[in-house]
């Protein structure tokens, strides 16, 4: 039995192609969604299927998932990113009893028992601090790629304090920072501390057990990783294929 899980995210649509009688994930595809979600989740479909070399009729069954996983026509059935999310940790990291998700458009914090069931979770969704994109939108302003944030934070001596998370007063903080010579592994070390502490105070409204682990595309950014552990007094784990999590969640579920 071959199935599909489909995430069609405000960043990003991955795929997830899962061999249920062999256990393995036998093909993933990934592309930026942008504003034909329905079109795109097809195409990575059907690069997905190449990859595994596997025609459609072979899929005994699809599960969307995402902010748009109605937009997925081929899909056998659609389940919540909480849902899934916390399917495709427990297949990961059995041990997880809390998952932290940065995503493009939400942050998430789930708790988990000792068998993977979903005990609580709140969520983030009213504004961009917080959430991927907001790291996305003063990447930009930075003229500084994205995935060198984690190493440039690394050198920091001195962390900005910024005294907003508004997006639109953070930026106007961030260019005077800018006009004043800051260094720039200062004022994103900064970020990553100030959307920690924010993440950090969401999570404070659940119980936090170790494991936790940190999935969505900003666990990719190791420096926030570390700022999260700063914060939270924990270890906190990247997850594994922290990008897939959620699709392989929606085909183990399919």
Not at 50 to 73: C, D, F, K, M, P
Not at 112 to 130: H, K, P, T, W, Y
Not at 160 to 186: F, G, K
Not at 208 to 233: C, K, W, Y
Request: glycine share 8%.
């Amino acid at each position: 039995m071959i199935v599909a899980g489909i995430d069609v995210g405000s960043a990003n649509t991955k795929i997830v192609i899962y061999d249920r009688e062999n256990e393995v994930i036998r093909a993933t595809a990934i592309a930026r969604t942008g504003m034909k979600p329905r079109a795109t989740a097809e195409a990575m479909f059907q690069n997905a299927l190449q990859r595994a070399e596997l025609q459609s009729h072979e899929i005994s069954r699809a599960v969307a998932t995402g902010y748009a996983r109605y937009s997925v026509n081929f899909a056998s059935d659609y389940v919540t990113e909480i849902t899934a999310t916390a399917k495709g940790i427990k297949y990961w990291h059995p041990t997880a009893r809390t998952i932290i998700d940065i995503g493009g458009q939400d942050s998430k914090v789930i708790t988990l028992n000792s068998n993977g069931v979903i005990q609580e979770f709140v969520m983030n969704d009213r504004c961009a601090a917080g959430t991927g994109s907001f790291l996305e939108f003063i990447a930009r302003g930075l003229d500084i790629p994205l995935e060198d944030f984690g190493t440039l934070s690394r050198y920091s001596q001195n962390p900005v304090q910024l005294s907003s998370l508004c997006v639109v007063m953070v930026e106007t903080e961030i260019l005077s920072m800018v006009a004043a010579e800051v260094p720039r592994e200062d004022i994103i070390a900064g970020l990553h501390q100030a959307l920690a502490t924010r993440v950090a105070n969401l999570a404070r409204r659940l119980p936090i057990e170790p494991d936790v682990i940190f999935t969505g595309g900003t666990a990719l950014n190791s420096g926030m990783r570390h700022a999260l552990e700063q914060t939270l007094g924990l270890p906190v784990i990247t997850s594994q294929h922290p990008l897939h999590t959620a699709a392989l969640g929606a085909a183990l579920l399919a």
